[in-house]
């Protein structure tokens, strides 16, 4: 799976963004979907993840309330809308494929087999 993520840039805090990552190569559906991130110095970390249908979501506690994963399987592409946000969102976010029938936790980057390039997301105050 190819994954393109895009939608990232300079946002005031309290403001908005909407991520998007297109998926292309494999059968999308097959797949449950990921966003991490990572700030400068920190390791990368969990946001947000999606089942391959979309039925479940799943939020680190520190974006639950602000951001929402949703997926168009139809479009092959999976969104992060992100609002309210704050200094500390700044960081790359990348969307990540983990097999449909794949072990592992949502939570966790080893539980992905494929990567996005990355899109920079920096808020200021």
């Known amino acids: 799976v190819q994954l393109q993520a895009c939608g990232g840039g300079l946002v005031q805090a309290g403001g908005s963004l909407r991520l998007s990552c297109a998926a292309s190569g494999r059968t999308f559906s097959n797949y449950g979907m990921g966003w991490f991130r990572q700030a400068p110095g920190n390791e990368r970390e969990f946001v947000a993840a999606?089942?391959?249908?979309?039925?479940?979501?799943y939020y680190a506690d520190s974006v639950k309330g602000r951001f929402t994963i949703s997926r168009d399987n139809a479009k092959n592409t999976v969104y992060l809308q992100m609002n309210s946000l704050k200094p500390d969102d700044t960081a790359v976010y990348y969307c990540?494929?983990?097999?449909?029938?794949?072990?592992?936790?949502?939570?966790?980057?080893?539980?992905?087999?494929?990567w996005g390039q990355g899109t920079l997301v920096t808020v200021s105050s």
């Open positions: 990540a494929a983990k097999p449909r029938y794949g072990s592992g936790s949502y939570y966790y980057t080893n539980s992905y087999d494929y």
């Open positions: 999606i089942s391959w249908s979309g039925a479940s979501t």
